[in-house]
């Protein structure tokens, strides 16, 4: 179960980054998968490849993105493509209450997703500089 509903859904319209071989990647252009409500900043911690779990891109510049959760879009990718789906399952997903990143310029929104504000708060904003 995850932890939050998937009240939107996202179009895949490129192939999109990551560990997974090319035609895994390939395989999600077209399909349409739920996420979460909001198109998300994740700047907050560094993103991750998924497989080595290592360090990708620029660790602080943060990307907006969807949050999709892993079990439903598996079972999505199984129904259109199989063999994708099964390089996925070799490899240890959908794993329990964990989400695939997809990032704004790899799909389009089909509906309920909005973007979320992203405020930095420092501690000279709360009053407490020398925090």
């Known amino acids: 179960m995850n932890t939050y509903e998937s009240t939107g859904h996202i ?3 490129k192939v999109p980054d990551g560990e997974a071989p090319l035609e895994v990647r ?3 252009v077209g399909l349409t998968l739920p996420c979460g409500p909001y198109l998300g900043f994740s700047g907050v911690g560094e993103e991750r490849g998924v497989l080595t779990g290592e360090s990708v ?3 602080t510049c943060g990307r907006y993105g969807f949050s999709v959760p892993q079990d439903e879009a598996i ?3 199984e129904k259109a493509k199989p063999e994708a789906a099964l390089w996925w399952k070799k490899h240890g997903f959908p794993q329990v209450d964990q989400y695939f990143g ?3 310029r790899e ?3 089909v509906s309920g997703i909005s973007r979320q504000t992203v405020i930095h708060v420092t501690d000279e904003m709360q009053g407490q500089p020398e925090r």
């Open 57 to 59: 891109g620029c660790p």
């Open 107 to 109: 799909a389009e929104i």
């Open 11 to 13: 179009r895949i319209t």
């Open 75 to 77: 079972a999505i990718l």
């Open 26 to 28: 390939e395989a999600w």
């Open 102 to 104: 997809f990032a704004e």
